[in-house]
Every structure is written in structure tokens, then in C-alpha cells.
């Protein structure tokens, strides 16, 4: 079953974005807002299935913060997306959610305090490898309008990196509050967690649209369909990600899931074009997605790599 689940949240996150790439919409906020309808009603109804034993006053707060959190880095996620195209936008964000993931822990939680000498140099390694990568993307360019495209590629870099900070945030709020509320979250999982974290996400989404003054209008009917499968697509993933986790654990499990970024980038390039897979912008894109993926994984591991 391990290969099933992986494989559930390899494909569904590395897709995720692709049906509602091209769908036409005014503001980013719009299509974050039908992205997180998607996913409320999908944990609706895996809570059919898993019940609501261990949610109560303290532990529907912590997630439903950090569902705030994720609204905005889907937000940003969809303005790197929209300007970078969705191979870069992607390679760019995902190995940044693991260098930020490792910061948080050691900056807030005090994980890492006690590591040898030889693991930080290997951590320090997979860092440079990661920024690298990262690097690579950035600069790899794209068509061949891109010099008309300035404005647009500092947005989506802005964008990629927002989510790539946002991403590796969301957590933080539930971690927080297990740590420091333990007996209100005895017995509580993400898999309960995950309804009042997509409650926030519904919630902090249906703000920025307000606040943006978006109109949830779109163009055709058929793009309703279509963004709401991006959300159906990252709620499966999600689920895939925590089933994963549950059998092999949380550092094994999410190492794993990071080859969504190989998957989303191959679709990016050779079924959206974004960009021409023959151009030597995609090829150094493709390169710096693996070279980035390479160092995330090191990172996510360079303790258990040492020993």
C-alpha cells in the first residue's frame, strides 16, 4: 500500500495546478477562492469517514490558522504560476518549503540542537545544492518574448518565493499548538486536522476576494469545472501525503512526496509548454528541478544520512 499512497500524493500534487492553469482569471484571488471550496468540501466529506474525535475549542484554532496561512501562499502561489509559468513557478517554491520547513524547526521548536558537526556540513551542503537549483530556474528564462515579460517575471518570482515561505508556514501554527497545548491535542491527527485547516483556507481566501474586490465570475462554465479539480487534485494529494506518513513516517513519507516536483515540472514543460520543451530554457529548467529535488531530499534527511 505504501506504492499506492505514494504514488496518490506524487501525482495528485504534482498536477495539482495543471487543469486550471490556462483557465482566464482576472485575479489570482478568484481561482484561490474555488481552489479551497474544492478542498472544504472534500474534507467534509473525509470527515464522514474519520470522525471528529480529538477536535475541540483549542484544536480547531491552530489549524484553522494555519488555513489562513495557506490562503495567502495559494494566492501567491497562483501569481507565480500565472507569470512564470508552472514548471518554475513549482521548482522554485517546493525546494524553498523544505529549506524553510528545516528553519522553522530549528528556529521555533529547537529540532536539530544537538547535531553533529559532520550532519550540519551535510545539511549545509544540501542547502547550497538547493539554492543552486533554485538559482538555475530562476535564470534558466523563457520564450521568446521574455524580454517583454520583466514586470511579469518579478511577480511571479515574488509569487514563487511567497509560496514557498507560505507553504512551509501553514504548519507552524499546529505544531505550535501540540506543543504547547498537549493535552487538548491528545489524540487529535492532521487527518481530523484537516477540516478546520480547510475551513480556514475557505475562509482567508474568501477575505482576500473581498478585500481584492474580485469577482467570483468566470468566463465559461467549463472553468469552474476545471479550478475546482485543482483543489479536488491538492485535497487528494493531502490525504495521500497523511496516509504515506501514517506507514513509513513523517520525514521518509514527505521526502517521498517531493517527487510531485519532478512530476509537475515534466507536465509543465511537455504538455503546457511552459516553456517550449525544445528551448534551452526548459531544459535548464527540467536541470535545476532536479538538482533542487537533490538537495531537498539530502536536507530532509541529512541527520539519519550521517549516522
Not at 482566464?24 to 471528529?52: D, K, M, N, P
Request: net charge neutral; glycine share 14%.
Amino acid at each position: 500500500m505504501e506504492i499506492v499512497y505514494a504514488l496518490v500524493a506524487i501525482l495528485a500534487w504534482g498536477t495539482w495546478i495543471a487543469p486550471s492553469q490556462n483557465v482566464e482569471i482576472e485575479g489570482q484571488q478568484t481561482r484561490t477562492f474555488y481552489v479551497t471550496i474544492a478542498v472544504f468540501v472534500l474534507s467534509l466529506i473525509a470527515s464522514l469517514f474519520v470522525g471528529f474525535d480529538g477536535l475541540n475549542a483549542t484544536t480547531f484554532w491552530y489549524p484553522f490558522a494555519g488555513g489562513l496561512i495557506w490562503a495567502i501562499s495559494g494566492w501567491s502561489a497562483f501569481v507565480g504560476t500565472n507569470n512564470l509559468g508552472m514548471a518554475k513557478a513549482f521548482g522554485i517554491w517546493a525546494p524553498m518549503n523544505i529549506v524553510v520547513s528545516v528553519l522553522w524547526g530549528a528556529l521555533l521548536f529547537g529540532e536539530f540542537s544537538n547535531v553533529a558537526p559532520n550532519a550540519l556540513l551535510l545539511g549545509i551542503f544540501a542547502f547550497v545544492i538547493i539554492l543552486a537549483g533554485i538559482l538555475l530556474i530562476i535564470f534558466a528564462g523563457g520564450g521568446d518574448d521574455e524580454a517583454d515579460k520583466g514586470k511579469s517575471k518579478l511577480l511571479g518570482l515574488l509569487g514563487a518565493m511567497g509560496a514557498g515561505v507560505g507553504f512551509a508556514t501553514y504548519f507552524v501554527p499546529i505544531t505550535w499548538g501540540s506543543k504547547t497545548a498537549s493535552e487538548a491535542f491528545d489524540g487529535f491527527n492532521m487527518w481530523i486536522g484537516t477540516l478546520p485547516l480547510a475551513i480556514g483556507m475557505f475562509v482567508g481566501s474568501s477575505m482576500l476576494m473581498l478585500i481584492s474586490k474580485s469577482s467570483p465570475k468566470l468566463n465559461k462554465g467549463s472553468d469552474y469545472m476545471r479550478v475546482l479539480s485543482t483543489g479536488v487534485l491538492w485535497g487528494i494529494g493531502n490525504y495521500g501525503a497523511l496516509a504515506l506518513v501514517d506507514m513509513i513516517g513523517a520525514g521518509k513519507g514527505f521526502t517521498i512526496a517531493q517527487l510531485c516536483v519532478v512530476v509537475n515540472a515534466l507536465v509543465g514543460v511537455y504538455i503546457l509548454k511552459e516553456p517550449d520543451p525544445k528551448s534551452r530554457a526548459a531544459k535548464l529548467t527540467l536541470l535545476g528541478v532536479v538538482i533542487a529535488v537533490i538537495g531537498g531530499v539530502i536536507l530532509m534527511n541529512f541527520e539519519s544520512l550521517v549516522e
